[in-house]
């Protein structure tokens, strides 16, 4: 699964791209397709709960 950060980040790409485009029918396109990856991100929680590296432990802090 995607997560929030991730489907945000692209949302926030799509819209850019929209903007510079002089293509008002790719500049829709690109804005519905940003709305639906916004309605995706909506219901997941802000912290993305993907896996993490084997090597990555929680409670490794820099400098402790």
Known sequence: ML???YLT???????KFARTTSDSELSAKLISKAAD???QADPLPDKDQS???PDV???DQPGS
């Open 57 to 59: 432990s929680p409670d």
């Open 51 to 53: 896996p993490k590296a």
């Open 9 to 15: 980040k692209q949302a926030s790409l799509l819209m």
């Open 37 to 39: 990856l916004k309605s």
């Open 3 to 5: 997560g929030k950060t």
